[in-house]
């Protein structure tokens, strides 16, 4: 579901089942711009990150998305200023805070970190680690600072507990309390939904979607997830190897994908191989146009399983249901197709009247299908 898209009313609804605090009143920062320019991150023989450019725009919502060590976790700790870059520079509002000579230290960036783990002092209260960040402010101050930023994720009554005394989700909570009690201009989650159960998830994407919004800080989420970039981030960085392989909106990436890498992590294709001749591929499946890739060259074909239509028999391709298990909303189908030697994957509603083993027609409308290069991967 593409961001904003769930009832927002219906949304708040459940926060306050589940004990969030009133949406708006959250304080608002100064949102500063952000900026990597050639950034390099070795340790030692591995190179975390290989000269990475990246501006974040002032109050935009960015979220790095990739697999298990790609860099994502790298690249935030740099904007934090817990590690320093190999090479290349990390601007704040267009300033280098990475310079050896001109480091800035994390307490004086201006920035917010939610840790994975959350990263809450065991030996502290609630209240105290909230007010970990505002050894500036006045004792009174402070706590009043704190209290409001409990009272935004629905958690002021456990001022005085303890870390160990909450649920997961709830210390989830209390980090992103601590995180935006300072105000901070920028704002970094790493993985932030990722230790919590399905329904908690949807609950504290959506409630920190919304908290984001009222602070205004420009953020960064870290996430394995597209489901998750998709529905709380301005714009997507998808990441591969400690590079950026492709950089849009969540439309952008899921409908033009411009490699099959990031084909792939959007979607769960059923994959056909052809080689170029003419324009365009020739498989099993249909032949599907390949612009600009060089006759003779081999491609793979990328079909969406939603986007397969079962028809009668003798329409379309010959094939046969081999396969099929009730999702609710669809069926997922297997099919076995005349002439291509894998299973094609369908997401569809089906007739009660097919059965599995039954003859079936399949329609794949060409221009839904995504070619590319084979050596692309
Ligand atoms: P994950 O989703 O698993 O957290 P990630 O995309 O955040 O992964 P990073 O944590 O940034 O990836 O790690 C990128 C690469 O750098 C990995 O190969 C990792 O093992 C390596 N790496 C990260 N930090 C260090 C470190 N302090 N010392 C040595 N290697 C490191």
Known sequence: MVKG???????????????????????????????????????GSVTALSDVSLSVEPGEIVALLGQSGCGKTTLLRL????????????????????????????????????????????????????RFGLRDQSAATAEATALRALARVGLADFYGGYPHMLSGGEQQRVALARAIAPRPGVLLMDEPFSNLDRRLRDVVRDETAALLEETGATSIIVTHDPEDAMRIADRIVLMRAGQIAQIGTGEELYRRPAS????????????????????????????????????????????????????PKGYYLPARLIARRFLGEVDHLQIAVEGFERVLSVRAPLSDEIAVGDEVGVEIPSDEVLVFPAADQ
């Open 79 to 130: 904007a934090a200023g817990v590690e320093r870059p190999s090479g290349g520079r990390v601007l704040l509002e267009g300033r280098d805070v990475s310079a050896p000579d001109r480091f800035v230290e994390p307490e004086h960036r201006g920035v917010g970190f939610v840790f994975q783990d959350y990263a809450l002092f065991p030996h502290l209260t609630v209240g105290e680690n909230v």
């Open 5 to 43: 898209e769930e009832s927002l009313a219906l949304s708040e609804i459940k926060a306050g089942w589940l004990g969030w605090g009133r949406r708006g009143t959250a304080g608002a920062a100064i949102p500063m711009a952000l900026g990597f320019e050639g950034v390099t991150q070795r340790f």
């Open 260 to 311: 099959l890498f990031a084909a792939r992590f959007f979607c769960d294709f059923t994959e056909v191989e052809g080689r170029v001749a003419g324009g365009a591929i020739d498989t099993p499946l249909g032949r599907f146009a390949a612009p600009g890739m060089p006759e003779g060259s081999d491609a793979i074909a990328c079909i969406r399983p939603h986007r397969v239509r079962i028809v």
